[in-house]
């Protein structure tokens, strides 16, 4: 396939559309049809002081919400290679982009943060049986086992009836993905495929952006030179779709959709795009006819917290990773969860979890029983996924007589944490799973206890942030933008 689509960057510029004050009747009344999913229940954990945190899902898939093709005409518009074959198998509706939103409740600066696509991850509540892979491939993988799940099961669903049952699993499994991932409440969702993509490109028109360098990339179709390029609705998609040739890859290519973010936020003021009743019009057709989003979507109320958006007041990042490896043949990045969700929780204005020994990242836990103490391994198994870690092997092992933790890439953190609340030792181990901890039970083996928990301050009134994240590691610094234009890689 020639280069993987990033889309979802309209999502934010379909709820900035919603996002103005003084919203008439006329709009009110095309508000109508959006809302409509339940990937996210009505008593899922919500943010409290009345702001909001929102994940905009950029969905690759060359069907519309129904399930049916896209017209070849749009494919062959975006440059998007061969519709045939891509939606079809498990992994074929990627979340290419996932940007996940805080917007303050007393009108500050908004925060955005962008996931990497191939983030190494435990899913949370996906269906079949992969229970790890690339972040993007929760959505695919769980859409896939639903849909077959409800056939094997012996009951008729139409095309359209299939396609909605295992997109809304789909979604649920990938929000739920992301906030275990980042360790904040996610309050509401936005998904937009390639087509939404295009039609809110061709309404908005020509679109400014920058860029350092001059580019030439076959894959996406991008043919950018150096500083200021005005793009059509097909540059657009090749300007965020493009990784080739891009110093940082993928890395580079979340600070191109932010970028492209920034400057459509931006022409939606400039222009005029709220006061002109035609083009308000097509757009909430668009977002209509596009945008899937939650049914607590309480799209009027957020339009009086939100229209800071439409001002440039948003500062995207991006999610740190610590490196790349190879995992069943996939090349996928190393993350840091510890780090993740301290980094969001604190630019989000969140107080930090602190010292309890609950499960900072999404390790599975495997525990071998070398005690001789019959049904040790189980129980040691039990307390510790009530504490938030994933369950795994639980087996008998070879005698030993100290307890040892061992763990993959990615888990050091976790099992640090519950080898401090073993009394034991943790040693990094090649030959265990990445993401994974391994706890061989010893003769000296126990139940684990908490470690001193730390001081966690009260969270203030206000979710208003005076932290920065660092401007370190390979993910880069924030965008920032002047005059509404970033200029990036």
């Known amino acids: ?87 079809n198998g498990v992994g074929g509706y990627n979340t290419n982009t996932l940007i996940l939103m805080h917007v303050p409740n007393d009108g500050s600066q908004a925060s955005a943060f962008s996931i990497p696509r191939d983030d190494y991850v435990s899913y949370v509540d996906a269906i079949g049986p992969q229970q790890q892979g690339k972040i993007k491939e929760a959505y695919g993988v769980t859409k896939a086992y639903k849909e077959n799940a409800l056939v094997a099961a012996g009951q008729h669903y139409t095309k359209a009836e299939l396609e909605h049952l295992g997109r809304e699993a789909a979604r649920h499994a990938t929000i739920m993905t992301v906030q275990k991932l980042v360790g904040v409440p996610i309050d509401h969702f936005a998904e937009i495929n390639l087509g939404g993509f295009y039609d809110l490109a061709k309404v908005l028109g020509t679109i400014t952006v920058c860029v350092k360098h001059a580019t030439s990339d076959s894959y996406s179709g991008a043919n950018l030179r150096k500083g200021l390029n005005n793009l059509n609705a097909s540059q657009a998609l090749a300007f965020v779709r493009q990784r080739h040739q891009l110093p940082n890859g993928d890395l580079d290519r979340t600070h191109r959709q932010q970028a492209f973010l920034t400057a459509v936020t931006h022409k939606l003021k400039q222009d005029g795009v709220f006061s002109d009743l035609g083009k308000m019009s097509s757009l909430l057709d668009v977002a209509k006819r596009d945008v899937v989003m939650d049914k607590q979507f309480d799209v009027l109320g957020f339009a009086q917290q939100a229209t800071n958006l439409t001002g440039g007041k948003v500062k995207f990042y991006t999610l740190p990773i610590k490196g790349f490896t190879t995992i069943n043949s996939q090349s996928v990045n190393l993350i840091d969860t510890a780090a993740i969700k301290d980094m ?88 265990v799973q990445a993401g994974h901890v391994e706890v061989d039970v010893g003769a000296n083996g126990r139940m684990p206890t908490n470690p001193p928990a730390t001081t966690v301050k009260p969270k203030a009134t206000s979710t208003k942030s005076t932290y920065t994240p660092p401007a370190s590691g390979m993910q880069g610094g924030a965008v920032a933008a002047t005059n509404g234009i970033a200029c990036v890689n």
């Open 1 to 87: 396939m020639a280069g993987l689509v990033t889309y979802g960057v309209a999502c934010l510029a379909s709820v900035a559309v919603l996002a103005i004050s003084g919203i008439t009747y006329f709009v009110v009344g095309n508000l109508n049809g959006l809302g409509s999913s339940n990937a996210i229940s009505p008593s899922a954990p919500k943010s409290k002081d009345g702001s909001e945190n929102i994940l905009l899902i950029g969905l690759d898939s060359r069907k519309d919400n129904n399930g049916n093709d896209l017209p070849q005409a749009v494919i062959n518009a975006l440059h998007a290679g061969s519709k045939a074959g891509i939606d």
């Open 344 to 431: 969001v929780q604190r630019t989000f204005g969140y107080p930090t979890a602190g010292n309890t020994g609950s499960a900072t990242t999404s390790s599975t836990l495997d525990v071998y029983n070398g005690s001789g103490k019959t049904g040790l391994a189980a129980r040691i198994s039990a307390a510790l996924v009530a504490k938030g870690y994933t369950k795994g092997v639980v087996a008998s092992g070879a005698s030993r007589t100290k307890t040892v933790v061992r763990y993959g890439s990615g888990a050091d953190t976790d099992a640090k944490r519950i080898a401090a609340m073993m009394g034991a030792r943790a040693v990094a181990d090649a030959t």
